[in-house]
Structure formats: C-alpha cells, structure tokens
C-alpha cells in the first residue's frame, strides 16, 4: 500500500513541476484566453469617422467614434447577450447598417442571424431593416415582422443611404429575392428574383443584377447569369469553377476566380458578359484568395493562401502599389492589407499581422502622409516569446503532396522536440495558416513542437482537393495527418517517444481516430467538442436541420450504416491505446453533448483511462474566458503527464 501512495505522490509531484515551471517563465494562460477587445474598424464615406466592433467579456458593441478625438465614442449600441456585429457597412456619412450574428461557441464563426438594423452615427434612429422579433418601424413606417433570413449584398459606389439585401423566406424553398432598400425610411424595392435559395448576387456600378451563385440543393456549386431573357444557369463542369466576385467601379470590368481543372483559384478580369478572360494573379499551389482594392474597387495586389503570404502585384503603376510596398517595407515582417477606405481615398485603415502578431490597425492619412495606430487586437500578449510558425511541405503516402505549418518554441532547436498534432476542424474548405493561431501558439508558449497538416479537403487548394476529403473522415484524411506526424519524426523535428494529438470539432474527431488507426504513434489524446458517433449527426445537432445540411452529410460521411460504425472512435473505443482527455460544452449545438457522452460510455465499456472536463453553458468551443483558462490548464497538465514538459523556450 505505500508503495502504491508513494508513486501517486510522485506522480503528483511530475505533474505540478512542469506546471510550476511553465508559470514562472510562459505567457499567462489568461492572454491566451482573452477576447479580442476591438476588431473590424470601418471608416465613413467621407473618413470623419470609425466604427469598430467592441468586446467586453461576453458583451458586445459597436462604438462609432470621430477621428477628431478618438478619446471616447461619440454613440455606443450595445448588442443583446450573445449577439455581436457580424458585419459593419455605411450606407452614407452619418449613417450605417449593422448584420447581427450569435456566437454559439469559439470554434464557430459567429453565425449570422439573417437580420439587419441601422443606426445614425450618433446612436439615434435605431431601426429594423429586416427582423423577425417584432413589427417594424422606421420614421413612422410600420410592417409586419418578417418571416426569413436576410443579407448585405452590397451598396451602391457611392453612398446615397442605400444598400442591396438579398432575403429568403422560410416558407418558400425554391427563392432568392434582391431588393434595393432605403436604409433611412427601411422601405424595399424589389430589382431582382431568382429560383434557387440562398444564392449570391453579384451587382454592377448602375445597381442592376448580373451574376448569382452558390450550392444547390445537391450541395452542387452553380452560377447563374442575367441574360436579356432573365436568369439562365451557365453549364457545370466538373474540372473548371468560375465564380464572379465583383465589377469595376466604372463597369468596365468584371472580376472572378477561376479554377482550371478544379485546382487552385486564380483571379481573373473578364468583360462584364464573362468573356475576354485575363489571368491577374495565381499561384500553381494554393489558391489566390488575399486581394488588396483600390477605392474604385480595382485589384491592385493579391496572395495565395498557402505558404507565408508573398504579395503578387497586380497593378505597377497605381499609387496605391507604391504605399503598399513603402508599408510592406515599414513592417518587414507582417502582411499588410488595406481594409477600410474613405470614398475618395484620401484615408484608409490596414491591418498589420504575422505569426506572432495577432493583429494591429493603422489610420493612414495620405493627404498629411502620417500613420496612426488605432488598436491592437491582442496587445497584452508579450509576442517575444510566442513561436515561430513555418509553413513546409510533405508528401503523403499516396504521392499527394501537402502542406503542413510547424509552430517551433521561441528560442528553441526544432531538433526532436516534445510535439502535438493540431488537426484542423471543418474539415472541408477550412485550411491552417501562417497567421497567428490561438491554440498552436499556446502549445508553443509550453515548449511543444506543434505540427498542423492541411489535409485533403482542406481549403487554399481548390475545389478537386477538397472534393478528394468527401466520404474519407475515418480514412484518407486521417492518413494524412498520421503521414504528417511521421514525416516530422523522420525529419528529427520531432521526438517519436514524446507525440500528443490534441484537436477541436473535426479535429476532436481526428484525435480519437488518429490513435485508433495508428496504434503506438501517439502517448496520449485529447478530444475538445469533437464528433465521436458518425450516425448521431443525422439525428442530433444543427446540420440535419435543413435540405442542403443533409445533403452534405450525405456527401461528407455517406449513409452505410456499416461505413458510418466502422469510422465512429465510440465503435472502436477497444483500439485506443493512450489515455484521452475529453472536452465539451453541454449546450453545444454543432457537436451535441451527446457525442462526448457516447464517447465517454464507450471509454468506459472498454475499461479505457480518461478524464473528463465539460462547462453547462458553453456550447461549440468555450466561450467564457475563464472556462478557455480551465481548459488551457488542464490541457498544459494533461500533456506534460503523458509527454512531460515541452523545451526551454525564451
């Protein structure tokens, strides 16, 4: 017997050591876990003034405030609890249109609520343009409260107090409405309709729709085009994707992404009736998706979404080229990107970003050629000591060559250091990044090697990457990522004695079935609001809650029964070979509490080691700041159990 409590007291003792040294010398855990106080900064029509999305805890707002004296706002609406500004657009200098959106957990992006206000800039005239909650009234007008879903689809080139919405009733499935609408008095004119839901317009400088596109029913990606006898379907094909994204301001062109033979998008210039097509930008390994407009609504520079972001330049001979090089130069190691402009361009807002810099905004002020930084996204965080992160390239198995991104610990060798596979969620067309990352940085922060594998059915790629992950959860994409993890072994980046998987949603899911379909590669597992029971998705959770989300789980997972068993981690508890943490948010929506519930049953029914930490509140991702600081401590504790603690980092 005292053996047995002398070596619980020593691995009690392991247990707090790391965490003790980890807390003298890392980055708190609490600026990990803190929110973002302000972010989407969008300037005025006439660049008098800014409206930014504010961040306080669980509240949320927009103040608006005057560039003249940036000391307090000049109004501040607060949004209800839960809700947050989606989208900040203005419709004239003294008056802009807000999109609402519901976080439903940090894994999510806020997911819009298909409802729209307005508010003057001093916080008056607070009205509805599209809701569902009650009778709507602007400037005396009243309406009934609407029974959809509505959308920005853009504004008129130059602001006159009108924007574009397209809407979706509920009780009509086959309908996409576009309406011009009036954002002082909220009233509506109908310009277009089309026969297909929840479709995207594209609309030229004269306010006439010319393009729309989106999924089908079938989950099938379509375009449709204006022709003088209405809308007509331009034909699929299954290797090249076109998809127009924006007219000139002068009409004179029309912009869209190309895909030849499905591979990665390439930005185009066409004739507004989609001929004369002329390749801008494109990169023969990701997809060109990080373009820099001009305030005529011009492409002046562009980046693929792989790799360290390298600016393509579209346009030698714009000035705007010119001040984004001086800026590039200003900040050697970010990436700059111009994303608010006053109309007549004489002041704009840009972002700065790396690795290691979660986010800073600038007022550039061209006619006095001076620079003022306006806020930090995340400027607690002492970014001298977070990692590294390199975006490198592998080959799997199967000869399919992928990308993966190593977060090497500040002032560490990356020579056989302690590491964790970070699994991506989504999994299609959501892809890992250079920029800074929350969770891989954290891990970094502890002295772990991360590794992030951008597995097929990620995004960046192009539409045939992504369609080569559908039906291959279990399979071929966990193969990649077991692939990902060997190729660093062998590379001596990492130690093969000393490997964790820790991933979110998809990612959760990929953490069970990673050590399942690779017994001894890993020493330990942690599943954090992850899918565990492939079959439960088409009973329980948000995505079977309409046509298009059951036709894309019949794409992603298929319906064989057998199949769906045979790739669930809750069928196949028996192979895990590691200890398992699990994390879970109990009103989770996306991954139902009843999936870590089936897991942990199972867990049990095998006689497998586990431990267990769930929040009654938190739904897809912890939410609660305090909740992301018991997460992150038991996860820093959870692997240095298992792998010990990670390198000396600086």
């Known amino acids: 017997m005292w053996i047995a409590r002398l070596r619980a007291l020593a691995a009690a003792c392991y247990l707090l050591a790391p965490a003790a040294a980890i807390a003298a010398d890392a980055i708190p855990v609490e600026d990990f876990a803190r929110h973002a106080s302000y972010t989407e900064p969008r300037l005025s029509p006439d660049g008098q003034y800014l409206a930014v999305n504010v961040e306080n805890g669980e509240d949320h707002a927009v103040a608006i405030y005057q560039l003249s004296d940036m000391s307090h706002p000049r109004s501040y609406l607060k949004m209800p609890k839960f809700q947050l500004a989606a ?65 920005v689809a853009g504004r008129p080139a130059k602001a006159n107090n009108h924007f574009y919405m397209q809407a979706y009733d509920w009780r009509d499935q086959d309908n996409t409405w576009l309406y011009d609408v009036d954002a002082m008095s909220g009233t509506r004119h109908l310009i277009s309709q089309i026969g297909v839901k929840d479709l995207r317009f594209v609309i030229d400088p004269d306010g006439k729709p010319r393009y729309a596109y989106g999924y089908d029913k079938q989950h099938k ?114 990436f700059i990107h111009f994303s608010s402009f006053s109309e007549d361009g004489t ?45 490198m390239r592998f080959t799997a198995s199967d000869g399919t060559p992928l990308e993966a991104i190593l977060t090497v610990p500040a002032g560490a060798s990356m020579n056989d250091l302690p590491m964790v596979l970070l699994p991506h969620g989504g999994p299609f067309n959501i892809a890992d990044e250079w920029f800074y990352d929350r969770d891989a940085q954290f891990l970094a922060s502890r002295g772990y090697l991360v590794l992030q594998v951008n597995y097929r059915g990620s995004g960046g790629r192009g539409p045939h990457f992504v369609d080569i992950g559908y039906g291959k959860w279990g399979t071929r994409i966990q193969q990649d990522l077991i692939d990902g993890v060997k190729w660093a072994e062998a590379q001596h980046f990492a130690d093969p004695k000393r490997v964790c998987v820790y991933g979110a949603s998809f990612g959760g899911y990929s953490a069970m079935m990673t050590v399942i379909r690779a017994p001894g590669l890993f020493k330990c597992a942690v599943g954090y609001a992850g899918i565990y029971d492939l079959a439960m998705m088409y ?46 948010g109990e009103a989770d929506q996306r991954a139902p509490f009843e999936q870590a519930k089936a897991m942990r049953a199972a867990l049990d029914a095998a006689h497998k080691p586990y431990e267990w930490l769930t929040k009654p509140d938190e739904g897809h991702g912890f939410y609660n700041e305090q909740n992301n600081v018991d997460m992150y401590n038991h996860l820093q504790a959870f692997l240095a159990k298992y792998i010990g603690p990670g390198a000396s980092t600086n």
């Open 87 to 151: 989208n900040i657009m203005w419709v004239g200098s003294t008056r802009l249109i807000i999109e609402k959106a519901r976080m439903y957990g940090s894994l999510d992006r806020p997911a819009y609520t298909g409802e729209i206000i307005a508010t003057n800039v001093d916080g008056s005239h607070i009205d509805a343009m599209f809701s569902r909650d009650w009778d709507l009234e602007s400037h005396g007008s009243v309406r009934q409260a609407d029974k959809g879903y509505a959308t």
């Open 539 to 584: 009973d329980k959770g948000d995505i079977k809650d309409n046509t298009i989300g059951v036709n894309y789980l019949k794409e992603a997972i298929g319906t064989d029964t057998s199949k769906l068993a045979d790739n669930s981690p809750d069928k196949l508890a028996d192979k895990i070979d590691v200890p398992v943490l699990l994390i879970h």
């Open 347 to 391: 002041r704009f807002v840009f972002l700065v970003r790396s690795d290691r810099n979660p986010g800073d905004y600038y007022l550039f002020d061209t006619q006095r050629n001076a620079i003022q930084k306006l806020f930090s996204i995340n400027g607690n965080i002492d970014r001298s000591k977070l990692g590294t992160r390199t975006p």
């Open 221 to 334: 990606f379509t375009v449709y085009q204006q022709l003088s006898n209405g809308w007509a379907e331009r034909p699929k094909t299954d290797g090249n994707r076109f998809q127009p994204i924006a007219f000139s301001a002068d009409g004179q062109h029309l912009y869209a992404y190309v895909n030849p033979d499905g591979g990665p998008g390439a930005l185009t210039q066409l004739n507004p009736d989609g001929t004369n097509q002329q390749i801008l930008a494109k990169d023969d390994f990701g997809t060109i998706d990080r373009v820099e407009w001009t305030p005529g609504n011009q492409p002046f520079a562009a980046a693929a979404d792989t790799g360290i972001p390298s600016p393509i330049i579209i346009d030698r001979n714009e000035h705007l080229t010119m001040l984004y090089a001086a800026l590039s130069k200003k900040f050697p190691d970010d």
